[in-house]
């Protein structure tokens, strides 16, 4: 026990002369500063990159956003278009007597070379019931 209350006794900082003391709690002084500076910008360069990041992805979902409305347009343009033909009007009233290869070239405008985000085509009566699948769709479709 003796000896304990000796060595805390020796590492005192009270025991320690001023010459060496003073350079000591400055040095302290000077690492907690550097460190709270440190600290402060760290917190500011962080807050700064999260507003930046926010940013960045508000303006690419609003260009996402514009692109995709634009791309809906002309799609549902290029359909209604496609729909009011006079040979797809007639092939869906009558699929039996009306040709199926006009209507098939009409549709091909929806399918890969001409419309790269095309999946597959369909064409579809009022009640539900497929009426016809583009042979290179039918293809296209079963390859994936």
């Not at 092939?91 to 009409?106: G, I």
């Not at 985000?117 to 064409?123: A, D, F, G, Q, T």
């Amino acid at each position: 026990m003796e000896h304990r209350g000796r060595w805390r006794h020796r590492w005192s900082l009270s025991n320690i002369s001023f010459k060496y003391r003073l350079p000591i709690l400055i040095g302290t002084l000077l690492a907690a500063i550097i460190m709270a500076c440190s600290w402060a910008s760290y917190r500011a360069v962080k807050a700064s990159a999260l507003d930046v990041g926010r940013e960045r992805l508000q303006n690419l979902t609003q260009q996402l956003s514009t692109l995709l409305q634009q791309s809906a347009g002309n799609i549902l343009t290029k359909t209604a278009s496609v729909a009011n033909e006079p040979g797809v009007r007639a092939f869906v009233k009558s699929p039996e007597t009306s040709s199926k290869a006009d209507v098939q070239k009409l549709l091909q405008q929806f399918t890969a070379p001409q419309d790269a985000n095309s999946i597959r085509v369909e064409l579809w009566n009022a009640q539900g019931g497929l009426l016809l699948v583009p042979p290179e769709a039918m293809h296209r479709h079963s390859a994936t």
